[in-house]
């Protein structure tokens, strides 16, 4: 079965830290790649996306996420987070030429001042 | 723009009850999903709208649970006879098209609490 798995339930990192959260997907088809974040008390919302073209894709606040076919990841970094980045990090995959989209459990990101 | 307006933001009800979850997605957006996310865990998807129809129901947990969604706009989600395992809240997001590319707009969700 289809599925996106997020290493890292919770991360608890100091401010100026490097961040990465872990994404694996299982699925052996085209996919597109995304990862969302929801801020405390707020819509989850897009960061980043992959379709095609470079692996590494730049997002919103400063984040990246690298796109590695052979290894079926898409890990989502940042060199130095913010008190700001706290938030839970959901990763997504879409299944090309149909409505699926699979997300993974989430990441709860705190940062601390 | 307005964006994917859901209401309630919150509801509480006793067991048994019926409820009734209303989303308005982005206006032009053909596609519409309702996913459900239990404490702790990820989005579960429950049904996806293309236009008005639902190509795909298998998602739903129960026969408990429908969905309808009318002039391609506005979309219910309706659970009888409530239990508590039903408590969640409750996401939709829409997008321009469901083809796996678009990326999804979300929602406030509906905090739905059984007693």
């Known amino acids: 079965a289809q599925s996106v798995s997020q290493h890292n339930h919770h991360v608890i990192l100091s401010e100026a830290a490097s961040l990465e959260l872990g994404c694996n997907y299982s699925?052996?088809?085209?996919?597109?790649l995304f990862w969302y974040v929801q801020y405390p008390g707020q819509h989850l919302q897009l960061l980043l996306k992959y379709f095609s073209g470079d692996p590494l894709v730049k997002g919103i606040k400063g984040f990246e996420a690298e796109f590695i076919k052979s290894k079926f990841s898409f890990n989502l970094r940042k060199p130095s987070v913010q008190w700001s980045d706290t938030a839970e990090y959901f990763c997504a995959v879409g299944v090309s030429g149909t409505y699926k989209y699979i997300f993974g459990t989430g990441t709860r990101l705190k940062v601390l001042a | 723009g307005a964006g994917v307006s859901q209401s309630p933001s919150n509801k509480v009800t006793e067991k048994g009850k019926d409820v009734e979850l209303r989303c308005d997605p982005i206006?032009?957006?053909?596609?519409l999903y309702w996913y459900r996310q239990r404490l702790g865990q990820g989005l579960e998807f429950l049904i996806y709208f293309q236009g008005n129809s639902a190509p795909d129901k298998s998602g739903l947990p129960s026969d408990r649970f429908s969905a309808e969604r009318t002039g391609e706009s506005v979309s219910t989600l309706t659970i009888q006879r409530t239990q508590q395992e039903d408590s969640a809240v409750y996401l939709c997001?829409?997008?321009?098209?469901?083809?796996?590319?678009?990326?999804?707009?979300f929602g406030d969700g509906t905090r739905l609490s059984i007693l």
């Open positions: 206006s032009g957006h053909t596609a």
């Open positions: 699925y052996g088809g085209t996919v597109n």
């Open positions: 997001a829409s997008s321009l098209l469901g083809q796996g590319v678009q990326p999804q707009h």
